[in-house]
């Protein structure tokens, strides 16, 4: 019997291991904290506008690669602005992203700094593709800090599925870079070398592609389940507190650890594998969630910059 095309997706997502493979090194080597940023004080370059987005590209790994920046309305070169990274889905990209989430219109309000990175089909995780996408990650933050005014303290990390498996990824790999982390549809495991921080993360029950309550995942096997999974970094985050449950629609829930190191929360709804509160469908046909995740994420974020 053939693979369906979700189950190939869901392959392809998950054979790069929704798990953090053991003895993972908590913070890749060569890695070095982003102190300050060049850029503050500089006129923009003639590729840049404010309120607008610019594809760019970066040398990484010995290749040319991309991303989007959306450098905000109100953008002020004399004022360190934060940075917000969203990373695509499998067979999704960039602009898709931005679609999405609306992060654009949200940047030229609240004053950040949107970076899009093009992972391509995918944010494959096999040992020499983890590596290489963790050092374009550095590679794109040092180049949007030498050319724009950058809050290395407020530096995050977002994304949806696959992306939301490389935003968990950067929270334990690369503590040095971003602040908070705020997964949808899809985060690691941390494992114990990792260090708490803040997370926020969102899930549908209905997901099928990668499923809310756990279950056989072709290729990958056994899936633990959101719930399980957030409970890992509930431990990782040092909650001591018994989680606290509040049903804030027919359709959502957010569940809040206590007693944590680092904040730690979780949005259940009823929809599937999605981006709640958008208008695109993206992995199913089921109802997006009645909240609006990017509203929650960009809240949470400026709650939590680098002590």
């Known amino acids: 019997m053939k693979p369906t095309f979700a189950q ?3 392959a392809i997502v998950v054979c790069s291991s929704p798990l953090l493979p053991v003895g993972a090194e908590p913070v890749s080597p060569g890695s070095a904290p982003v102190t300050s940023s060049s850029g503050c004080g ?3 370059g003639e590729n840049l506008s404010v309120g ?6 970066v040398a990484s790994g010995g290749s040319n690669r991309s991303y989007l920046v959306h450098v905000p309305a109100n953008y002020d070169p004399g004022k360190p602005a ?5 990373f695509h889905g499998f067979l999704s990209n960039p602009g898709q992203q931005n679609a999405a989430s609306a992060f654009e219109p949200m940047s030229d309000r609240e004053g950040f700094i949107l970076v899009t990175p093009d992972g391509g089909i995918g944010w494959r995780f096999v040992q020499s593709a983890r590596d290489a996408n963790t050092a374009f990650v550095r590679d794109v933050v040092a180049s949007v800090s030498a050319d724009l005014c950058v809050d290395p303290k407020r530096i995050f990390a977002t994304g949806k599925s696959q992306g939301g498996f490389m935003s968990s990824w950067l929270g334990c790999v690369a503590p040095e870079v971003v602040a908070a982390i705020a997964p949808v549809s899809g ?3 941390p494992t114990e070398g990792c260090s708490p921080i803040p997370i926020m993360e969102f899930h549908g029950t209905a997901d099928s592609t990668i499923p809310f309550g756990g279950g056989h995942v072709l290729v990958l096997g056994k899936y633990p389940g959101a719930v399980a999974v957030m409970e890992k970094w509930a431990h990782l985050n040092r909650c001591t507190g ?3 449950t509040v049903q804030l629609t027919p359709h959502v829930k957010r569940v809040t650890y206590g007693g944590c190191a680092a904040a730690t929360i979780q949005y259940i709804t009823d929809a599937g594998h999605t981006w709640p509160g958008t208008s695109i469908r993206e992995g199913d046909n089921s109802p997006p969630a009645d ?3 990017s509203e929650l994420i960009w809240d949470f974020f400026k709650a ?3 002590p």
């Open 291 to 293: 909240l609006t995740a």
């Open 42 to 44: 500089k006129a923009l």
């Open 8 to 10: 190939l997706a869901v």
């Open 187 to 189: 985060m690691y495991e």
């Open 82 to 86: 934060p940075v917000v990274l969203n």
């Open 304 to 306: 939590h910059p680098k």
């Open 52 to 57: 607008k987005t610019t594809t760019r590209t």
């Open 242 to 244: 018994t989680p606290e």
